[in-house]
Nanobody, 123 residues
């Protein structure tokens, strides 16, 4: 059974940094893409960043380019999201997701989802 477990969320002041982790288990993720999405109160869930498990190609939403970095540790089956220069508009629940054979921003392409971790950025 595939499990994606997020951690690392919390409260931070604007301009600060947080690092989110997603521990992936239950299968081999070769050929998969691991991604981060987020959902702010009253808004739809949106794409943040994605990384190919094999090869490491990445994709970012325009709103986080230059501030967020996605990476993976294949040995630990973990995907990281380093978030710098955080803004109040980054406040959201952040979700880890996994999908086979894609590197994209479309939510319905991802078949596995974690429970989410709250990130709150104060002004």
């Amino acid at each position: 059974q595939v499990q994606l477990v997020e951690s690392g969320g919390g409260l931070v002041q604007a301009g600060g940094s947080l690092r989110l982790s997603c521990a992936a288990s239950g299968r081999t993720f070769s050929g998969y893409t691991l991604a981060w999405f987020r959902q702010a109160p009253g808004k739809e869930r949106e794409f943040v960043a994605a990384i190919r498990w094999s090869g490491g190609s990445t994709s970012y939403a325009d709103s986080v380019k230059g501030r967020f970095t996605i990476s993976r540790d294949n040995a630990k089956n973990t995907v990281l999201l380093q978030m710098n220069s955080l803004k109040p508009e980054d406040t959201a629940v952040y979700y880890c997701a996994a999908g086979f054979g894609i590197l994209g921003a479309t939510e319905r392409w991802y078949e596995y989802w974690g429970q989410g971790t709250q990130v709150t950025v104060s002004a």
